[in-house]
């Protein structure tokens, strides 16, 4: 049973650039996560994706985006990187219900130069 | 605002060491407290969930409860592949997002 994989593992991005991040959740889950950890912190969280619509969102600018895929799987789109982007991104997959588990991948690790 | 704070930041343990790490929240209502082990490099990994005040469960050598407002994970006779960061996470009612801790960096010593 494959679980939550990501791509791709490392990104390097120059200042400005956008960059586009994939996610493929664990198998019969239908919820997708995405949060942002920079080095020695705790993940923070962007937004949900549920039946193709972001559900919720976290305190991030419109430079995020996303989408979610009639399959489940899921993208996060970063338009005009700044150099504080940099940063390991988790994906998390559940099931939609309320009282959830969210599973991890293993991360996209991007750097903006 | 919702928030979660951990203590220690750091903590070194000799193999056969226990100790406990706290977890603190301020909610307005608790639907889940989680913790995750994260290992360099890696993303979290799932290791239990609590839903109310009294609740406990145990894992090989964790073991984790919950009161109103705090959460113990504790570790009983250590082992060096226990070394890991150790986050803690709460979900409250009426919204579906995680807010994490900074976590607590644990190194077993052989």
């Known amino acids: 049973d494959a679980g939550v994989t990501q791509s791709p593992t490392h990104l390097i991005k120059t200042r400005g650039q956008q960059v586009t991040l994939r996610c493929s959740p664990k198998s019969g889950h239908d919820t997708v996560s995405w949060y942002q950890q920079a080095l020695g912190q705790g993940p923070q969280f962007i937004f949900q994706y549920y039946e193709e619509e972001e559900r919720q969102r976290g305190n991030f600018p419109d430079r995020f985006s996303g989408h979610q895929f009639p399959n489940y799987s899921s993208e996060l789109n970063v338009n005009a990187l700044w150099l504080g982007d940099s940063a390991l991104y988790l994906c998390?997959?559940?099931?939609?219900?309320?009282?959830?588990?969210?599973?991890f991948g293993a991360g996209t690790r991007l750097s903006v130069l | 605002e919702d928030q979660v704070t951990q203590s220690p930041e750091a903590l070194r343990l000799q193999e056969g060491e226990s100790s406990s790490l706290n977890c603190s929240y301020t909610?307005?209502?608790?639907?889940?407290l989680f913790w995750y082990r994260q290992d360099p490099g890696k993303g979290p990994e799932f290791l239990f969930t609590l839903y109310s005040a009294g609740e406990e469960k145990e894992k090989e050598r964790l073991k984790a409860t919950l009161t109103k407002k705090e959460s113990f994970l504790h570790i009983t006779a250590p082992k060096p592949e226990d070394s890991a960061t150790y986050l803690c996470?709460?979900?409250?009612?009426?919204?579906?997002?995680?807010?994490f801790g900074t976590g607590t960096r644990l190194k077993v010593l052989a």
């Open positions: 996470a709460v979900q409250a009612t009426g919204t579906y997002k995680y807010i």
């Open positions: 998390a997959s559940s099931l939609g219900v309320a009282k959830n588990i969210q599973y």
């Open positions: 909610v307005s209502g608790l639907r889940g």
